[in-house]
Protein backbone atom coordinates (compact mmCIF):
# COMPACT_ATOMS: atom_id res chain seq x y z
CA UNK A 1 0.00 0.00 0.00
CA UNK A 2 0.88 3.61 -0.43
CA UNK A 3 2.85 5.27 2.20
CA UNK A 4 4.87 8.75 2.86
CA UNK A 5 6.23 8.84 5.78
CA UNK A 6 7.42 11.89 6.87
CA UNK A 7 10.37 13.13 9.33
CA UNK A 8 10.17 14.42 13.16
CA UNK A 9 8.50 17.12 14.71
CA UNK A 10 11.27 20.15 14.95
CA UNK A 11 12.08 23.76 16.56
CA UNK A 12 14.29 25.90 15.61
CA UNK A 13 15.30 29.56 15.80
CA UNK A 14 14.17 32.41 13.47
CA UNK A 15 16.67 32.55 11.05
CA UNK A 16 17.44 29.31 10.81
CA UNK A 17 16.81 26.42 8.29
CA UNK A 18 14.72 23.39 8.32
CA UNK A 19 14.43 20.15 5.95
CA UNK A 20 11.88 17.74 6.28
CA UNK A 21 11.94 14.75 4.53
CA UNK A 22 8.99 12.46 2.87
CA UNK A 23 9.84 8.71 2.44
CA UNK A 24 7.42 7.05 -0.26
CA UNK A 25 6.69 3.29 -0.04
CA UNK A 26 4.38 0.98 -2.43
CA UNK A 27 4.77 2.94 -5.71
CA UNK A 28 7.03 3.62 -8.18
CA UNK A 29 8.10 7.15 -7.00
CA UNK A 30 9.40 8.46 -10.13
CA UNK A 31 5.94 7.89 -11.69
CA UNK A 32 4.71 10.75 -9.51
CA UNK A 33 4.49 14.33 -8.28
CA UNK A 34 5.18 15.57 -4.71
CA UNK A 35 3.28 19.10 -3.35
CA UNK A 36 4.29 20.26 -0.02
CA UNK A 37 1.04 21.67 1.84
CA UNK A 38 1.33 23.30 4.88
CA UNK A 39 -1.45 24.60 7.98
CA UNK A 40 -0.65 27.03 10.39
CA UNK A 41 -1.95 26.57 14.01
CA UNK A 42 -5.75 26.78 13.66
CA UNK A 43 -5.31 27.94 9.72
CA UNK A 44 -6.22 26.62 6.66
CA UNK A 45 -4.34 24.70 3.97
CA UNK A 46 -1.30 26.75 2.21
CA UNK A 47 0.10 25.12 -1.17
CA UNK A 48 4.06 25.67 -1.14
CA UNK A 49 5.20 23.99 -4.03
CA UNK A 50 5.55 21.08 -6.54
CA UNK A 51 8.36 18.60 -7.08
CA UNK A 52 8.22 15.82 -10.26
CA UNK A 53 9.26 12.53 -8.97
CA UNK A 54 10.84 11.98 -12.37
CA UNK A 55 12.94 14.99 -13.25
CA UNK A 56 13.12 16.92 -10.40
CA UNK A 57 11.49 19.79 -11.94
CA UNK A 58 9.89 22.68 -9.39
CA UNK A 59 7.10 25.04 -9.25
CA UNK A 60 7.16 26.89 -6.06
CA UNK A 61 4.62 29.60 -4.56
CA UNK A 62 5.62 33.13 -5.51
CA UNK A 63 5.19 34.41 -1.74
CA UNK A 64 8.21 31.06 -0.77
CA UNK A 65 10.45 32.12 -3.67
CA UNK A 66 13.96 32.21 -2.52
CA UNK A 67 13.04 30.73 0.69
CA UNK A 68 12.15 27.38 -0.13
CA UNK A 69 14.17 24.51 -2.00
CA UNK A 70 12.31 21.18 -2.86
CA UNK A 71 14.63 17.41 -3.95
CA UNK A 72 14.88 14.22 -4.33
CA UNK A 73 16.73 11.37 -3.87
CA UNK A 74 15.19 8.75 -6.25
CA UNK A 75 17.43 6.02 -4.97
CA UNK A 76 16.00 5.97 -1.39
CA UNK A 77 12.14 7.55 -3.08
CA UNK A 78 12.72 10.56 -0.48
CA UNK A 79 11.46 14.06 -1.11
CA UNK A 80 12.45 16.41 0.79
CA UNK A 81 11.62 20.55 1.61
CA UNK A 82 13.92 22.86 3.10
CA UNK A 83 12.68 26.25 4.19
CA UNK A 84 15.26 28.87 5.02
CA UNK A 85 15.32 32.20 7.11
CA UNK A 86 12.58 31.00 9.46
CA UNK A 87 10.05 33.19 11.06
CA UNK A 88 7.62 33.08 13.29
CA UNK A 89 4.60 32.74 10.71
CA UNK A 90 6.54 29.70 9.24
CA UNK A 91 5.42 27.19 12.23
CA UNK A 92 2.77 24.97 10.98
CA UNK A 93 2.43 21.53 9.95
CA UNK A 94 4.12 20.67 7.01
CA UNK A 95 2.59 17.77 4.62
CA UNK A 96 3.95 16.20 1.28
CA UNK A 97 1.16 14.86 -0.82
CA UNK A 98 0.99 13.08 -3.90
CA UNK A 99 -0.60 13.77 -7.22
CA UNK A 100 -2.02 10.33 -8.83
CA UNK A 101 -1.61 9.43 -12.35
CA UNK A 102 -3.90 9.36 -15.49
CA UNK A 103 -4.41 13.92 -15.94
CA UNK A 104 -6.29 14.00 -12.49
CA UNK A 105 -5.79 16.44 -10.44
CA UNK A 106 -5.86 16.23 -6.45
CA UNK A 107 -3.61 14.80 -3.57
CA UNK A 108 -4.41 11.09 -3.91
CA UNK A 109 -2.21 9.99 -0.26
CA UNK A 110 -0.86 12.33 2.49
CA UNK A 111 2.30 11.92 4.87
CA UNK A 112 1.40 12.14 8.67
CA UNK A 113 2.62 15.53 9.35
CA UNK A 114 5.58 16.85 10.46
CA UNK A 115 5.29 20.03 13.04
CA UNK A 116 7.73 22.61 12.64
CA UNK A 117 7.86 25.29 15.87
CA UNK A 118 9.89 28.65 15.24
CA UNK A 119 10.61 29.99 18.23
CA UNK A 120 13.74 32.40 20.16
CA UNK B 1 -7.09 35.38 3.13
CA UNK B 2 -7.71 32.31 0.71
CA UNK B 3 -8.41 32.26 -2.78
CA UNK B 4 -11.46 29.95 -2.47
CA UNK B 5 -14.56 31.11 -0.18
CA UNK B 6 -15.90 28.37 2.13
CA UNK B 7 -18.79 29.48 5.17
CA UNK B 8 -16.59 29.31 8.64
CA UNK B 9 -19.36 26.71 9.71
CA UNK B 10 -22.59 24.48 9.64
CA UNK B 11 -23.94 21.95 11.55
CA UNK B 12 -26.49 19.40 11.10
CA UNK B 13 -28.07 16.18 13.50
CA UNK B 14 -27.57 12.84 12.66
CA UNK B 15 -29.18 11.48 9.48
CA UNK B 16 -30.01 14.76 8.06
CA UNK B 17 -28.00 16.18 5.04
CA UNK B 18 -25.67 19.50 4.89
CA UNK B 19 -24.44 20.89 1.70
CA UNK B 20 -20.79 22.84 1.97
CA UNK B 21 -20.06 25.61 -0.47
CA UNK B 22 -16.77 26.60 -2.06
CA UNK B 23 -16.74 29.50 -4.38
CA UNK B 24 -13.62 30.90 -7.04
CA UNK B 25 -13.13 33.16 -9.90
CA UNK B 26 -12.93 31.91 -13.40
CA UNK B 27 -9.73 31.26 -13.16
CA UNK B 28 -10.06 28.32 -10.91
CA UNK B 29 -13.29 26.77 -9.82
CA UNK B 30 -14.49 27.89 -13.20
CA UNK B 31 -12.40 26.87 -15.46
CA UNK B 32 -12.12 23.23 -14.88
CA UNK B 33 -13.99 20.43 -13.54
CA UNK B 34 -10.94 19.28 -11.02
CA UNK B 35 -12.20 20.91 -7.65
CA UNK B 36 -11.35 18.26 -4.88
CA UNK B 37 -12.65 18.24 -1.26
CA UNK B 38 -10.82 16.83 2.25
CA UNK B 39 -12.28 15.71 5.07
CA UNK B 40 -9.83 16.55 7.94
CA UNK B 41 -9.86 15.26 11.64
CA UNK B 42 -8.38 17.31 14.47
CA UNK B 43 -4.50 16.19 14.35
CA UNK B 44 -5.05 14.19 11.56
CA UNK B 45 -3.94 14.26 7.42
CA UNK B 46 -6.54 15.40 5.02
CA UNK B 47 -7.81 12.84 3.12
CA UNK B 48 -9.73 13.43 0.18
CA UNK B 49 -13.21 12.57 -0.13
CA UNK B 50 -13.85 13.76 -3.52
CA UNK B 51 -11.83 15.26 -6.62
CA UNK B 52 -12.84 15.81 -9.92
CA UNK B 53 -16.06 17.67 -8.80
CA UNK B 54 -17.91 14.91 -8.34
CA UNK B 55 -16.14 11.18 -8.57
CA UNK B 56 -15.49 9.24 -5.22
CA UNK B 57 -12.10 7.45 -4.72
CA UNK B 58 -12.50 4.04 -3.55
CA UNK B 59 -13.52 3.57 0.04
CA UNK B 60 -15.24 6.67 0.46
CA UNK B 61 -18.91 6.31 1.45
CA UNK B 62 -21.61 7.23 -0.83
CA UNK B 63 -23.11 9.42 1.25
CA UNK B 64 -20.65 12.09 0.32
CA UNK B 65 -21.78 13.52 -3.13
CA UNK B 66 -19.85 16.44 -5.25
CA UNK B 67 -21.50 18.87 -7.73
CA UNK B 68 -20.25 22.20 -9.27
CA UNK B 69 -22.36 24.98 -11.21
CA UNK B 70 -20.60 28.37 -12.07
CA UNK B 71 -17.61 29.63 -9.94
CA UNK B 72 -19.59 27.31 -7.20
CA UNK B 73 -18.85 23.98 -6.06
CA UNK B 74 -20.60 22.10 -3.67
CA UNK B 75 -20.17 19.15 -1.01
CA UNK B 76 -22.96 17.26 0.20
CA UNK B 77 -22.80 14.39 3.34
CA UNK B 78 -26.13 13.29 3.10
CA UNK B 79 -27.70 11.00 6.47
CA UNK B 80 -25.08 12.46 8.62
CA UNK B 81 -22.94 10.37 11.13
CA UNK B 82 -21.06 11.93 14.70
CA UNK B 83 -17.89 10.43 12.91
CA UNK B 84 -18.54 13.13 9.82
CA UNK B 85 -17.72 16.40 12.53
CA UNK B 86 -14.49 17.42 11.20
CA UNK B 87 -13.26 19.91 8.77
CA UNK B 88 -13.71 20.37 5.17
CA UNK B 89 -11.69 22.17 2.35
CA UNK B 90 -12.14 22.77 -0.94
CA UNK B 91 -9.54 22.61 -3.39
CA UNK B 92 -8.88 23.62 -7.27
CA UNK B 93 -6.17 23.82 -9.99
CA UNK B 94 -5.66 25.96 -11.89
CA UNK B 95 -3.28 26.77 -15.45
CA UNK B 96 -1.33 29.34 -13.64
CA UNK B 97 2.03 29.56 -12.01
CA UNK B 98 0.62 28.62 -8.56
CA UNK B 99 -1.28 25.59 -9.54
CA UNK B 100 -3.40 24.71 -5.76
CA UNK B 101 -5.39 27.04 -4.20
CA UNK B 102 -7.16 26.06 -1.57
CA UNK B 103 -10.68 27.21 0.52
CA UNK B 104 -10.12 28.09 4.29
CA UNK B 105 -12.16 25.51 5.24
CA UNK B 106 -15.59 25.19 6.86
CA UNK B 107 -16.14 22.74 10.28
CA UNK B 108 -18.84 20.62 10.41
CA UNK B 109 -20.74 20.18 13.76
CA UNK B 110 -23.09 16.87 13.92
CA UNK B 111 -25.27 17.80 17.07
Known amino acids: QVQLVQSGAEVKKPGASVKVSCKAS????????ISWVRQAPGQGLEWMGW????????NYAQRLQGRVTMTTDTSTSTAYMELRSLRSDDTAVYYC?????????????WGQGTLVTVSS | QSALTQPASVSGSPGQSITISCTGT?????????VSWYQQHPGKAPKVMIY???NRPSGVSDRFSGSKSGYTASLTISGLQTEDEANYYC???????????FGGGTRLTVL
Open chain 1, 51 to 58: ISGYSGNT
Open chain 1, 26 to 33: GYIFTRNG
Open chain 1, 97 to 109: AREPLGGVYYFDY
Open chain 2, 52 to 54: DVS
Open chain 2, 26 to 34: SSDVGAHNY
Open chain 2, 91 to 101: SSYRSSSAPWV
